[in-house]
């Protein structure tokens, strides 16, 4: 199993920049699926972008976050521009195995089968 650790987290005003970056250990990522969550408290885990033969997207994101891969450093980043409060949770990124089920059930966080243990990203108003 592939062990993932998110850094890149922190605190930024409304409008501003970071970069989440996912380091991998034990396998390599290029057999994997990537996917950024994240959660608030009370909430399910929600999908953000994920990497795999395709990329996606959450609608909230669209146009705002990028996600991608540098398999030569077996990491995987999120880059969030345009940052609003509503941004503001836990972010996880994952990995899964890109079978047929995979397909179908990308953006559901039971598809994955390993975590990080997440970095917070506070977006202050």
């Known amino acids: 199993q592939v062990q993932l650790a998110e850094t890149g987290g922190g605190l930024v005003q409304t409008g501003g920049s970071l970069r989440l970056l996912c380091a991998a250990s034990g396998r390599t990522l290029t057999r994997y699926a990537m996917g950024w969550f994240r959660q608030t408290p009370g909430k399910e885990r929600e999908f953000v972008a994920v990497?795999?033969?395709?990329?996606d997207y959450a609608t909230s994101v669209k146009g705002r976050f990028t996600i991608s891969r540098d398999n030569a450093k077996n990491t995987v980043s999120l880059q969030m521009n345009s940052l609003k409060p509503e941004d503001t949770a836990v972010y996880y990124c994952?990995?899964?195995?890109?079978?047929?089920?995979?397909?179908?059930?990308?953006?559901?966080?039971?598809?994955?089968?390993?975590w990080g243990q997440g970095t917070q990203v506070t977006v202050s108003s």
């Open positions: 994952a990995a899964g195995i890109p079978n047929p089920t995979y397909y179908q059930n990308y953006v559901k966080w039971e598809t994955y089968d390993s």
């Open positions: 990497s795999a033969d395709f990329t």
